[in-house]
């Protein structure tokens, strides 16, 4: 979650404090029933786990996961989408660009779904109840000017980012009563609900910032002063909307904690900003770039089809990963009068020809998405039962009835491009809706309104998908069109949900919380920078969000999250798309990795420069031209030259008729 900006004027932040006060008194009976102290004890550990005990015990050297001998060194270069004007990432203003600086209390690792370690804190305190939590600063925690990391940074950091901060952190971080400084290093959180047993952890993850910096500056100013911070990273140079490039901090003061070992290990990571991907893939086919995360199934199958990569010099790698891929999708803005019935909405999910879009855009390499937890037990499938069933039976009159009967299923075609079964099913459903077509255009039969929408844009590659659909839709009678801008431009439409539909991405974990709220709560729903982009206003909904956050075991977070996903599919607020259980990386053959998989896929924090591989790159390199090592040399090819000859061939043939019929003709 990217924290971000925005003042509230009194009246906004009482009405948000009343509603916030009025879903806790709602939901805490709900939570009770299901999840009581176990005891009324007060612990103290070196990490906190969500549900039952941490995997590595306090003396821990490092993770498994990690090499703990990977060298030091060397540079990772690689490109970036957009542009940037803007190092202060706390704001609803401008793009922001990583420094690579700021760390939390707390911090996580890839073989547990959510369980947290020391960073600054070096160990954690909370009674059984979870009402409160107690953090233990290190003694060797600094800046990166020297100064020691205190409570006061983390009482401060708490009260700027709720007052001044994203309203997300509000959302989040709504269930604290009161934060105190006990000591020079020791800070107490307390909670007003005690039925959230993710307080404690959410607070670990708070990004502390410098109090001694930010009272001499304005915070709710963008800048282009890279801020102080403490992480292992800092920015070295940039230039705005060019590059960053961030120097690896010598004297780290964190290097040699366990839950560090093995990781930051590049000397340099510079990154460069680009207009559209197709720049950034010639950029790393010519040696310009070092690594790429290739998000487009067409460029995949057909962009790398270089020398370098038939020599091995750049690889290609599909390294499957084991998180949940979320729910990207085709989003509805249910504020449009004309998408608020979720009857109008499933019917245009029948426009979208997934199977053909598959076969013919994508190399048949994606599944369809089905679920808003994907890839992962937090998925629903078939009809409810056992003790999803029970939760959903407490709000069975205020779900869709086809919740309990039906296991969701997007529509499927036959691949052909033309879906005639599935368009019948929608004009049946737009009928139904109020709706009906009137000279090949779909108009309200009470207001004679056409119906016409726009695709907002930020990629112009996915025109190409678009597009298709579009064309469905025009069969339904429905007008479309489609804009593309700018990523400064498209960033503020969002947070102003001013667009019709746009493409999204909601990314999960294995353990979700707080955040659901900022998804699809009804609060979030109003609130601007949110990430209920899809309007999302639905009262069993929100309850069963405080369900998933209340949960008190995995048993049980995964039946609410069930339930969860259920609610949202039923509800038609996205026509789902695709996914791939596996990371598309293409970099060149001088880095290393770990050799034990990650849940997250690549995660070149564990990389590693290879010295020996890069100098043996660098000499079979050195004889052969740039352009034919990227493949885009301006020499002709084989198939260039045969096809200047047919075309020679042709014309003299041509040449050799024209005069032969004017021989005849004169003989004649």
Known sequence: MRPRLRLFTRAARSLLAGFAALLSLCTQAVAAEHCAPTGDGVNKAHAIAMHGNPKYPADFEYFDYVNPRAPKGGTLRQGALGTFDNFNGFLPKGNSAPTGSVETLLTSNEDEPFTLYGLIAESVEWPD?????IFNLRDIARWHDGEPITADDVVFSYDILTTEGSPQYRFVYQNVASVEKLAERRVRFTFSDTTNREMPLIMGQMPILPEHYWKERNFGETTLEPPLGSGPYRVKSFEAGRYVELERVEDYWGAELPVNVGQNNFDIIRTEYFRDATAIRLALKSGDLDL????????????YDVPAVER?????????HGQPTGMQGFVYNTRREYFSDPKVREALAYAFDFEWTNKNLFFGQYSRTRSYFSNSELASGGLPEGRELQILERYRDELPPRVFTEEYDPPSTDGSGWPRDNLRAAFELLDEAGWHVVDNQLVNKETGQPFRFQFLLVSPDFERIVLPFAR??????????????????????LRAFDFDMVVFVWGQSESPGNEQRIFWSSQAAGQSDSRNFAGV???AIDKIIEGVIEACSREDLVAWTRALDRALLWGFYVIPNWHLRADRVIYWDKFDRPDAPVKSGVNTGLWWYDADKAQALERLMQNIAPEEQSGESDAPGWATVLAWLAGFALLAWLVIRRAARRGSSRTG
């Open 129 to 133: 109840d979870r009402s409160w939590v």
């Open 472 to 493: 469905n839709l025009k069969r339904l009678g429905i007008e479309t069109s489609v804009r593309v801008v700018d990523s400064s431009q498209y960033v503020n439409r």
């Open 537 to 539: 206003r639905d009262p």
């Open 312 to 320: 091995g010099w750049l690889k290609m790698e599909m390294v499957p």
């Open 292 to 303: 790429r995360l290739e998000n487009q199934a067409k460029a995949w199958a057909l962009d």
